[in-house]
Each structure stands twice: as C-alpha cells, then as structure tokens.
C-alpha cells in the first residue's frame, strides 16, 4: 500500500483535533507509508444529517477510505453504550449495501479535550506565548477522565497562558488553538495512563494484525 487514507467521522468540527493522535497511533504501530487523513464535514451538504447512520452513509460517500474511525464523546454515557451505538449503525449500514471499510470507534471518556490537557509546552506555544511564565496547573495526567468539563478547563488554560488582557483577549481564538494545540504535541504515550485512550490503542493494533496491507 503506498498511501493509506483514512476518515474521522466526529461529533462536532472540534473534534479535528484527534486527528494527529490518530495519526501519532498509527505511525507508532508501524505504519510506514503515506498516510491521509479526513475530517468527514458534512456541514456544506443541504440538509446535514443528525443520525448516526445516515452520518456514516454520508461520510463513507464523500470521503471514501481505507479506514474508518467513528468518534463519539462518552459524556455521561458509557463507553459500552456508545459502542453498540456505533455498531448497530455500521450494521444497519452494511444491510443498506454500503461497503464498510475498516473501522475503529474513537471514545474517550467525557470529551476529546481531555486527551491535550498533559503537555504545558505545547499549550504555551499553541496559546502563542511559548516563554509565558505564568503558572498553569495542568491536572493529574491519571486523572483527565475523572474531570466534569475538560474543554472548559483546556480553554481557561489557553487564555491563561496566553497572558492576555482585554480586547486582546475577547480576540483570542480558543478553538483555532486547541486545534494548534493537538498539531504541536509530538508524543501522545503519556496518554497510555487513561483506560480510554489503551482501549483505541489496542483496536488500532488489532486492525493493523488483521489489514496488513496497512504495513
């Protein structure tokens, strides 16, 4: 295989930002060839679908891949629930004659924003204040799925690291940097302490063994 695509179906733009942790994975597992990636925007379509199955459907048509990964944020749902979630949409999919590609569900527990909230130099550099010397606290890294709201405290840290005041301030793009954010981060294995995180880990790998044609 000299390329392989794959496609990020998420639940909200945001949500881009797993997108060089997913990458980082499969590089990490041994992944050598080209590798493209896709946010699947179903926002520029007429009547943008809101259930999962015509999400899919749509995704799969407008950004045909390799493999597919299917995000959904845990929230206050569990992992187990959020999973047959995805599975009897693929299924419902598959009886519709759509081909299904690989595929791999994304969940972390809460939101996605958990998994940037453990590198400071990179929340500095994305925040575009790299030598800021104002403390941040950034949470017990074994403890990021335990926390109520993570996007509210990654972007509080942003602006706090931006040390910005004001109308500079009301200016700041919090989402263009979370993006900026997940982009700097070269390491993800810190993550390798969050259940969540080992979970997509190991079903990346097990999909690598079974399509070693990603090799």
Known sequence: MKELCYTLLSDGSSDKALMPILTWLLRTHQVECAIQSNWADLRRLPKPPKKLLPRIINSLELYPCDLLFIHRDAERESREKRITEILEALEEAVKKSVVVPPHICVIPVRMQEAWLLFDETALRKAAGNPCGRKPLHLPDIRKLEQLPDPKDILYRLLCEAS?????????????????????????????????????????IQQVIKTNPVFL
């Not at 910005?164 to 390798?192: C, M, W, Y």
């Open 163 to 203: 040390e910005l005041t004001g109308r500079r301030l009301k200016q700041f793009s919090v989402n263009e940097r979370v993006h900026r954010l997940a982009e700097l981060i070269d390491d993800f294995s810190p993550l390798r302490a969050l259940s969540a995180f080992q979970l997509l880990e190991t079903e």
